[in-house]
């Protein structure tokens, strides 16, 4: 059974662009987080979706923002992209209790 | 919103040393979670406890989830070189958001 996919595995913007950043959860899993995580430090809860619905949303500004597809998988989008917007993107899926994350999208804006 | 607190934050052990970190919340979840994290790649979960009293181990790695309900311990025995990385506690209350503690970073020397 494949795990939890996240595409692109790396993604170099330059400032004020737009980064597209999609996961495809467990086949069967219908819930989708997204974390950040900057230099390798905890990760900062972004937004959840469950059943094609944002659940909820983390402490971030509203140029970040995504959406779920009624196949379960999920798109991040960041728009005027900023320096420290550089991290490590990751998403999870989750069969209702707990969460299986991807290997992460490296975002560096330049 | 549900915070959790990981301690300690940070562990630099000799090689063969037993570790122990834990989280502790102000509110009640119905399950705690431990996750490993590598350099470059997404957390795995390592040990899931579903009831307040319960004991579980995985090899090395013995996790509790407290009586209270507000807290979960990880002990690690004998440690070896690869134990290094970055371990994440986790919580969750029934069908809400998963919350994560923000980390331990594991540093082994051989």
């Known amino acids: 059974e494949a795990g939890v996919t996240q595409s692109p595995t790396h993604l170099i913007k330059t400032r004020g662009q737009q980064a597209t950043l999609r996961c495809s959860p467990i086949s069967g899993h219908t819930s989708v987080y997204w974390y950040q995580q900057a230099l390798g430090l905890g990760l900062q809860f972004l937004l959840w979706?469950?059943?094609?619905?944002?659940?909820n949303r983390g402490n971030f500004p509203p140029r970040f923002s995504g959406r779920q597809f009624p196949n379960y998988s999920s798109e991040l989008n960041v728009n005027a992209l900023e320096l420290e917007d550089s991290a490590l993107y990751l998403c999870?899926?989750?069969?209702?209790?707990?969460?299986?994350f991807g290997q992460g999208t490296r975002l560096t804006v330049v | 919103g549900q915070q959790l607190n990981q301690s300690p934050q940070s562990m630099f052990i000799q090689e063969g040393e037993d570790v122990s970190m834990n989280c502790t919340s102000s509110?009640?979840?119905?399950?705690w979670l431990w996750y490993k994290q590598d350099p470059g790649e997404g957390p795995v979960l390592l040990i899931a406890l579903y009831k307040a009293g319960e004991l579980t181990s995985n090899g090395r790695l013995t996790a509790q989830f407290g009586i209270t309900r507000k807290d979960s311990f990880l002990n690690i025995s004998a440690s070896i070189p690869s134990d290094v990385g970055i371990y994440f506690c986790a919580g969750q209350g029934g069908s809400e958001k998963l919350v994560f503690g923000k980390g331990t970073k594991l540093t082994v020397n051989p």
């Open positions: 999870a899926s989750t069969p209702v209790v707990g969460a299986f």
């Open positions: 509110s009640i979840f119905n399950t």
């Open positions: 979706y469950d059943e094609g619905e944002e659940r």
